[in-house]
Nanobody, 124 residues
């Protein structure tokens, strides 16, 4: 069983930056794609970014493209999400998700492993 643990959330002013990190257990970390999703109060969970197993390909939601960057370190079993120029509408609980394939998709139901989430709050 893969365990994912997010960290790095917090309160930041609009225009600021945060870096989220997801630490994963398991020997097969480098074999699978990872994604970040978020869920705001009263809204459905939505896709933010994904990275393939090798790290060679990434994908972003249009709402974060150019502001967020996903990366991974397979030697350390971590996946990070650098968030710049944060906006109040980025406020949500952010979840790390693990697929069981080398590629990922934007669909939340494609992912098998989930972390407990970390709160990101952006004040205006």
């Amino acid at each position: 069983q893969v365990q994912l643990v997010e960290s790095g959330g917090g309160l930041v002013q609009a225009g600021g930056s945060l870096r989220l990190s997801c630490a994963a257990s398991g020997r097969t970390f480098s074999s699978y794609a990872k994604g970040w999703f978020r869920q705001a109060p009263g809204k459905e969970r939505e896709f933010v970014a994904l990275i393939t197993a090798s790290g060679s390909n990434t994908d972003y939601a249009d709402s974060v493209k150019g502001r967020f960057a996903i990366s991974r370190d397979n030697a350390k079993n971590t996946v990070d999400l650098q968030m710049n120029n944060l906006k109040p509408e980025d406020t949500a609980i952010y979840y790390c998700a693990g697929a069981r394939t080398t590629y990922g998709t934007r669909r939340a139901d494609f992912y098998v492993d989930w972390g407990q989430g970390t709160q990101v709050t952006v004040s205006s």
